[in-house]
């Protein structure tokens, strides 16, 4: 790709530095934290909802998350890198930073500023040593899956590899990341369709796709106003009979809806949880979230409720814990997450936010 020399004259002023450590730790299999907040400051717990990291950060609105080891946050108004030990790994000076995928972060640059407000930006890559790898040259980027990163240009969408080339020019309204080597795009007519790693469209136009991907060897696929789900080679494996189904299999699982019902089939096809939940989401850690008369509750791969449905929001398991609440003043899943709580599999309380 060319670099023009607005770029380059960024590049020089807008860098990542890695922090050298005084020491490295053995290495032992990585403890899942959980992000608490206190007075404002974000920290982290371990499963337990013993503080590892006190809280002394500030970072997305949605929330600090680690990937891939590390977790950006922001230090005196600057983006850097922390480890799993709240140790500062890399420090930059972007405008705005994300989380890593296969090796790289998507970083910006803001090319108009007014005082602390900040506009027009570019994207590129940074890899874990902080060394940018590809230039902000993007209106947005996207995680790499399978190699393949999603960028905006124009307007438009399309997909570079690692070293910032363009394999997949920007020409579609939209695109979701590649799996099992397709990606769901949004063509210029409006339909949705997939593409293989050459830009190509391979899927069955007999269907209709939605904004999903490939798990489990199988996506959705609508026909007749009924949806099922087909295989790789774009045959319908799972009957469309169905009003409404997941965006993918989880853990040999997938929500489907009958009427104003859900329930889970396998991969067979086979009901194996009776639709008569209000809403369901996936399997995570062999539970998964269903809403009853308002209140979301877990219940095992069996059907069986084993958390009772009390709270307001409820998110996945992951690393033996969920966020939940059961704050009515919170009304959506990616709000407010300061105000959240931990639970553990049989539904006990490990953390309680304070900051109600």
Not at 34 to 59: E, L, R, S
Not at 100 to 115: D, I, M, Q, T, Y
Not at 309 to 316: L, N
Request: aromatic share 14%.
């Amino acid at each position: 790709m060319k670099r023009n020399a607005l770029c380059q004259i960024f590049m020089m002023a807008l860098i990542a530095t890695p922090v050298s450590l005084q020491e490295e730790m053995p290495r032992k299999k990585a403890v899942q934290l959980f992000g608490i907040v206190q007075n404002g400051k974000t920290g982290f717990i371990d499963h337990t909802g013993a503080v590892v990291i006190p809280p002394q950060f500030t970072g997305s609105m949605y929330g600090i998350r680690f990937s891939e080891g590390l977790a950006p946050v922001s230090i005196d108004g600057r983006w850097s890198y922390i480890d799993r030990r709240g140790r500062v790994v890399i420090r930059t000076t972007f405008d705005s930073v994300g989380p890593f995928n296969e090796g790289l972060a998507p970083v910006g640059v803001a090319r108009k500023r007014n005082g602390r407000l900040l506009d027009d930006f570019k994207y590129g890559y940074i890899d874990n040593t902080g060394r940018v790898v590809i230039e902000p040259l993007f209106d947005e980027t996207y995680g790499f899956s399978e190699g393949l990163g999603r960028v905006v240009v124009d307007g438009k969408w399309g997909f570079i590899d690692k070293k910032g080339e363009m394999v997949i020019e920007p020409s579609f309204e939209s695109a979701y990341w590649f799996s099992d080597g397709f990606a769901s795009v949004v063509l210029s007519q409006g339909q949705r369709a997939y593409i293989d790693k050459t830009g190509r469209v391979v899927s069955n136009p007999d269907y209709e796709y939605t904004d999903a991907w490939f798990s489990e060897g199988l996506a959705p696929a609508k026909r007749s106003d009924k949806w099922g789900y087909i295989s790789k080679d774009w045959k319908i494996v799972i009957e469309p009979q169905f009003d409404g189904v997941a965006q993918a299999f989880s853990e040999g699982l997938a929500a489907v809806r009958l009427a104003d019902k859900y329930g889970y089939i396998d991969v067979t096809g086979k009901m194996v949880i009776a639709p008569r939940f209000t809403s369901s989401s996936h399997f995570s850690e062999g539970f998964a979230v269903i809403q009853v008369e308002g209140r979301y509750g877990y219940i095992n791969r069996s059907g069986d409720v084993v958390i009772e449905p009390i709270f307001k929001q409820a998110g996945d398991f992951r690393g033996g814990l969920a966020a939940v609440t059961e704050d009515e003043a919170i009304k959506y899943a990616s709000c407010c997450w300061q105000r959240w709580d931990y639970i553990d599999k049989s539904g006990k309380y490990v953390w309680k936010s304070p900051a109600k």
